[in-house]
């Protein structure tokens, strides 16, 4: 359950930060997050070292998509490893 307190914690890991790079994790990289997943999720980095990686749900089963309103890229999936 999200409090306030999760809530502070977000906000200031991330508000105001720029997004330095995005890309998909090599097959190698995914295997150091977690060595079960078959699929290949993004990373999107902020400037000060945070990292955004999608799961497929909170306990870590597999690599996840995300949803966006980028126009043609409304989808960002996942590479099959």
Same mark, same amino acid.
């Given at each position: 359950?999200? +409090?306030?307190?999760? #809530? &502070? @914690?977000?906000?200031? =890991?991330?508000?105001?930060?720029? @997004? %330095? $790079?995005?890309?998909?994790?090599?097959?190698?990289? %995914?295997? !150091?997050? !977690? &060595?079960? /997943? $078959?699929?290949?999720? *993004?990373? *999107? %980095?902020?400037? +000060?070292?945070?990292?955004? *990686?999608?799961?497929? &749900? $909170?306990?870590? +089963?597999? =690599?996840? =998509? #995300?949803? %966006? +309103? *980028?126009?043609? #890229?409304?989808?960002? /999936?996942?590479?099959?490893?």
């Amino acid at each position: 359950m999200t +409090n306030k307190t999760h #809530m &502070d @914690i977000l906000n200031e =890991a991330m508000v105001g930060q720029k @997004i %330095t $790079d995005v890309r998909w994790l090599t097959k190698e990289e %995914t295997e !150091a997050v !977690a &060595d079960w /997943w $078959d699929n290949q999720p *993004i990373q *999107i %980095t902020l400037e +000060n070292g945070v990292s955004l *990686i999608p799961m497929s &749900d $909170d306990e870590g +089963n597999e =690599a996840g =998509a #995300m949803s %966006t +309103n *980028i126009p043609k #890229m409304e989808t960002l /999936w996942v590479e099959r490893g």
